[in-house]
């Protein structure tokens, strides 16, 4: 719905301060939250966030580098899920408790 | 009219983003977490369509939805509904730092955007009618943008690896260091 | 004339050179052939050098060969060069000559040690530190050899490292001789500084109305000289330096390195004598060092202390004559000196041999008729010691007296009754020394320990005292003033003499002089030889050496050991170490501290990064 105008509807200003509030929440939920699954939920949210500006910048320079970007980011979030999940997966198998702060054996 | 409309749809969408964020960081069971964050992920495609992200936007319900969170739910579903309490007791040190930190940051992302771009904000580029099409963005991976696509292919096979060597199961007594208490 | 020089130099280096790299390759004995052969060699190219000077005319004896600019800073340079001259070859002679014979002496002497080859790589060390030093061609090489002397001394002084007095001996000759070298440095500082060179020739140059420096550079060579040759006030090393190998004994102690003193005040005469009040400063010391060694060598009981005093009283008349102007009498009192001081030493060398390492005269006795060649070699050196014509010494000692009488002035008087006393000191303790160890019957001692199985001592220990005896008689017929004076004429266009004593004063001199000398013998006889009289008993200022050591001791050595005490207590220990142990606890600390930042929860080094981003996004955009 883009069309050879200028962008209808909010300008991307409105949309960069939608990716900044993304992000700022995701912030919280992986500060906030003990559960290593909410954790990596919250980080989601935040590449989220990055994507959406990403794709915002990219509509106002009229250049597709942003989008390519946001593809990139896509791709490297689903790997790190991967690698996430497999790592809880793992410490459920061992019967470790889910909760990272328990997890400190690596304190000085 | 058309303009309208488009406002229309910007604020649900807008709107929904924001609570199913929320929500995800809310939700004391992991499982109403992900379904949030799949209804993110629905607003933030709409989103792209806005923007004329034709193809990100595809791709963003076809695979983040589709089989990450997919792959969430699985995970979910096999570790059974563990919850913790995430508001219980009072406001502790980490979280009011914690609050305290990313409303900071998030004033000062909104500041040093507004602070930079300033007026350019108002006005976007005018752009073909092919922007943000599958042809456009395969021409941009595979001519200016190489080295990225094989890198990124390069990093998904490296989690492939890694997913299978840490869903292996020990056998013959072999661990694979995982701390065990 | 130049190529005989250089050879001279370095042959004794190369003999060190090839026993050191040798090391265990080569055998004892042929470690100690190695050694001779290469100082003989080198007193065949001395005499070759000589020969050629001889050849020549007395102006064009004197020549300066420099094989390469050793050190060029700023505006000064300075050459690694020899300088053949009259003097530096009549030194190479007597350096080499004697050397090579006391070296082949020791292959007899030291047969049988377990480190010979590192004795014998030290003296030829030695020898080549001492050709250095003559032949150098500027101050700055005569300082290198001045040094390397000092330390071959060291190194054959504590031979027997075993022995915890040798290593003392050691350390006490070097510190001391480190005193010498200290005014010396300061000497030739003075010398850079207002001359800008370090030539012999600038030793003349330091301008006349600056009256400190020309006494100060002067008295800095003074220093340096007093403490290599054992003078007053710097004496108290050369007794106890008689721990070493009797040969060390002989060719540092006595013949060479103790005369290098000598050489150096000859040798810069120039220097002397623009500061007249130094000069005279030099005669006295000698002087007075020559009555005080006498003293001191009538109550000793080791025979190798009596010769060392004895040394030590032969090269105040050096320095005696060398102050008052008489530099050819005091180098060939020098060469004299050197022969039958080694001949008294090697054969005091025999009889340690034979007697199994004793070195008490108290125990020995009636060793004339078993030991008869040592006893003939002792006899020709005492008697040459004690001026008694026709040996060596009568002809070098009376003229040095006779010159302190031509000095004239109170000064030249009262030296001449001083040195006149020490003849007659001379003739005494020199005969106690004969009397006691060779007349009467044999004593207990002897008969139970003296083993001549294969005659008195080995060929080669035997054959070099003789050559030395003879020397020691003969030599002397080299120079007899006033009627005929070769040496003087050879060494007159290097150093002329301030003085010249008239016939009469000679005659005089000589014949009161060996008056004395045989009142001395005379004394002596009466109390060791015939036993007519008792021994009176020696006092407690004689045998303590005037007790120069306490003083020493209380003056330097305590408060240095003070000093050293109190810099441990209060500043290495609380600063130094105590520094590095702060150091090491406030590491520990900082480390403990960070450490508290480690709490392995996951959520604070999250909550750190997010926050550090936050402000670093101010830091950012502010700067920019």
């Known amino acids: ?108 | 009219m058309g303009n309208f409309l488009v406002w229309v749809v910007w604020v649900v969408a807008a709107f929904s983003c924001l609570g199913s964020g929320i929500a995800v960081i809310s939700f004391a069971n992991p499982f109403y977490s992900a379904l949030a964050l799949i209804g993110n992920l629905a607003s933030l495609a709409v989103l792209y369509l806005l923007l004329a992200a034709e193809f990100v936007a595809a791709a963003q319900v076809l695979v983040y939805a589709g089989a990450v969170m997919v792959m969430f739910l699985f995970v979910i579903a096999y570790l059974g509904g563990q919850a913790d309490a995430p508001w219980a007791g009072g406001p502790s040190v980490q979280s009011v730092a914690a609050i305290a930190a990313a409303a900071a940051l998030l004033v000062e992302v909104i500041v040093v955007i507004g602070l930079a771009a300033g007026g350019d904000l108002s006005t976007a580029a005018q752009i073909p009618s092919s922007f943000g099409s599958p042809a456009a963005i395969g021409q941009a991976f595979l001519t200016d943008h190489l080295l990225a696509f094989e890198l990124t292919s390069v990093v998904l096979l490296v989690a492939a690896v890694g997913g299978v060597i840490l869903g292996h199961h020990a056998r013959s007594g072999t661990t694979w260091g995982a701390s065990s208490r | 004339m130049i190529i005989g020089g250089w050879i001279t130099l370095l042959s004794p280096l190369a003999g060190a050179l090839v026993i050191t790299l040798a090391g265990t390759r080569i055998g004892r004995r042929t470690a100690g052939y190695i050694a001779t052969a290469s100082t003989m060699i080198a007193f065949v190219a001395a005499v070759v050098a000589f020969v050629v000077a001889l050849g020549k005319s007395p102006d064009a004896r004197s020549q300066l060969s420099t094989a390469y600019t050793w050190i060029a800073a700023g505006s000064y340079q300075s050459g690694f060069s020899i300088l053949i001259d009259q003097l530096s070859i009549l030194m190479m002679l007597i350096v080499t000559g004697v050397g090579s014979l006391i070296i082949a002496y020791s292959l007899g002497y030291m047969e049988g040690e377990d480190e010979e080859r590192r004795y014998f790589a030290y003296m030829a060390l030695f020898v080549f530190s001492m050709l250095l030093l003559v032949e150098g061609g500027n101050l700055i090489l005569l300082l290198a050899g001045w040094g390397m002397v000092g330390l071959s001394s060291y190194l054959l002084i504590g031979f027997y490292h075993q022995r915890a007095s040798a290593v003392a001996a050691a350390k006490k000759a070097f510190v001391m001789n480190a005193v010498g070298d200290a005014t010396m440095a300061v000497a030739l500082f003075l010398l850079i500084k207002y001359t800008g060179s370090l030539s012999y020739a600038a030793l003349g140059q330091v301008p006349a109305s600056n009256r400190w420096v020309v006494n100060l550079v002067a008295l800095g060579l003074l220093g340096g000289a007093v403490a290599k040759s054992a003078q007053l006030p710097l004496q108290t090393w050369l007794p106890d330096a008689m721990e070493g190998p009797t040969p060390v004994s002989a060719l540092i102690h006595a013949a060479t390195m103790v005369t290098a003193g000598v050489y150096l005040i000859v040798r810069c005469h120039v220097a002397f004598q623009a500061a007249p009040h130094v000069q005279d400063l030099a005669a006295v010391l000698g002087t007075v060092t020559l009555v005080l060694a006498g003293l001191i060598a009538l109550v000793q009981v080791d025979i190798k202390r009596v010769i060392a005093y004895s040394t030590m009283s032969q090269i105040g008349y050096m320095f005696l004559a060398a102050g008052i102007g008489a530099y050819a009498d005091s180098m060939f009192h020098l060469m004299t000196h050197a022969f039958f001081k080694a001949t008294l030493f090697l054969a005091a060398g025999l009889l340690i041999h034979a007697l199994g390492g004793e070195q008490d005269l108290r125990k020995m006795g009636g060793l004339r008729k078993l030991m008869p060649f040592t006893f003939l070699a002792f006899l020709a050196g005492s008697l040459a010691l004690a001026g008694i014509p026709p040996f060596s010494g009568f002809f070098s000692k009376d003229p040095i007296i006779a010159s302190a009488l031509a000095r004239g002035g109170a000064l030249g008087d009262v030296l001449w009754v001083a040195a006149l006393a020490g003849a007659f000191l001379t003739g005494v303790y020199a005969f106690r020394l004969v009397f006691r160890v060779f007349l009467g019957e044999p004593s207990a001692f002897v008969r139970e320990h003296l083993h001549t199985g294969h005659g008195e001592g080995p060929l080669s220990m035997r054959w070099t005292v003789g050559v030395l005896a003879v020397l020691a008689t003969v030599a002397g017929f080299l120079q007899f003033p006033p009627f005929w004076t070769p040496v003087s004429n050879w060494l007159e266009p290097v150093a002329p003499p301030l003085v010249d004593p008239t016939n009469p004063q000679e005659l005089t001199t000589l014949v009161i002089g060996v008056a004395l000398g045989l009142a001395g013998i005379a004394v002596a006889w009466l109390l060791y030889g015939s036993h007519r009289y008792a021994v009176p008993r020696p006092r407690a200022l004689l045998e303590r050496k005037f007790y120069f050591d306490e003083l020493y001791d209380a003056a330097f050595y305590r408060p240095a050991t003070w000093v050293a005490a109190s810099l441990r207590r209060f500043v290495e220990e609380p600063v130094v170490d105590g520094s590095i142990a702060e150091v090491a606890a406030g590491t520990r600390g900082v480390a403990r501290w960070t450490g508290l930042l480690q709490t392995g929860l996951l959520r604070t080094y999250v909550l750190a990064i997010a926050a550090s981003l936050a402000v670093l996004l101010v830091v950012f955009v502010a700067v920019r």
């Open chain 1, 1 to 108: 719905m883009g069309g050879v105008e200028p962008v209808s509807g909010p300008n991307v200003a409105w949309y960069l301060a939608l990716a900044a509030f993304l992000f700022a929440t995701g912030m919280l939920g992986v500060l906030l939250r003990r559960s290593p699954l909410i954790v990596l939920l919250s980080l989601e949210l935040m590449l989220n966030g990055a994507n959406l500006a990403l794709i915002a910048f990219s509509r106002q320079h009229g250049r597709l580098d942003g989008q390519v970007f946001a593809l990139a980011v896509m791709a490297v979030a689903a790997s790190e899920v991967v690698v996430g999940l497999g790592l809880i997966v793992a410490m459920a198998r061992k019967k470790l408790t889910l909760d990272v702060d328990k997890l400190s054996t690596l304190r000085g």
